[in-house]
Antibody, heavy 116, light 107 residues
Framework: QVQLKESGPGLVQPSQTLSLTCTVS????????VHWVRQPPGKGLEWVGA???????DYNSALKSRLSISRDTSKSQVFLKMNSLQTEDTAIYFC??????????WGQGVMVTVSS | DIQMTQTPSSMPASLGERVTISCRAS??????LNWYQQKPDGTIKPLIY???NLQSGVPSRFSGSGSGTDYSLTISSLEPEDFAMYYC?????????FGGGTKLELK
């Protein structure tokens, strides 16, 4: 069955770089796109960016200068890197599969806290 | 960016009650509108896609409608498991944007 699981450090210092991994199973990254969505504590959902089945990427324009999404199809992994982290980047980060124009499967999310 | 405004932000309701959540886009989105449910443990699942199509496995008490800039999610008769957060999301144009969420609470 389709599964996505996020992993990464729970705590990142301000101005440092965040690196997250989304490991997927039950589908191929060359058949479906994977997106990242984040949720600050007590707030709503914000689309972060995507890597499409063909390997191209899309980023939220507000984050684009700090963001990079890549993948390793042989390992079924998608990577998010965001630099120059600030406290407002504290959030739960979800990866989610996009199919038929909606997010049909979601990971459980990983909490990232930006603090010194 | 297309702004999505959800109302109300919270809604106390009773078991068996019929409720409607609204979502308004800052411009027309041609029915490119999805709805999601987030449970208190954080898990998110799709409910409705392309305005009115029920995701497989979602109970028929959930329905969606709308057009242009105005959309709605209706739950015909609330069950205990329906008390959760609900989000609309547009995919008419990038960046995909979500509404601010509606918290459905037990009255």
């Amino acid at each position: 069955q389709v599964q996505l699981k996020e992993s990464g450090p729970g705590l990142v210092q301000p101005s440092q770089t965040l690196s997250l991994t989304c490991t997927v199973s039950g589908f191929s990254l060359t058949s479906n796109s994977v997106h990242w969505v984040r949720q600050p504590p007590g707030k709503g959902l914000e689309w972060v960016g995507a890597i499409w089945s063909g390997g191209s990427t899309d980023y939220n324009s507000a984050l684009k200068s700090r963001l990079s999404i890549s993948r390793d199809t042989s390992k079924s992994q998608v990577f998010l890197k965001m630099n120059s982290l600030q406290t407002e980047d504290t959030a739960i980060y979800f990866c989610t599969r996009y199919d038929n124009n909606y997010f049909d499967y979601w990971g459980q999310g990983v909490m990232v806290t930006v603090s010194s | 960016d297309i702004q999505m405004t959800q109302t109300p932000s919270s809604m106390p309701a009773s078991l068996g009650e019929r409720v409607t959540i609204s979502c308004r886009a800052s411009q027309g989105i041609s029915n490119y509108l999805n709805w999601y449910q987030q449970k208190p443990d954080g898990t998110i699942k799709p409910l409705i896609y392309y305005t009115s199509n029920l995701q497989s496995g979602v109970p028929s008490r959930f329905s969606g409608s709308g057009s242009g800039t105005d959309y709605s999610l209706t739950i015909s008769s609330l069950e205990p498991e329906d008390f959760a957060m609900y989000y609309c999301q547009q995919y008419d144009s990038s960046p995909w944007t979500f509404g601010g969420g509606t918290k459905l609470e037990l009255k």
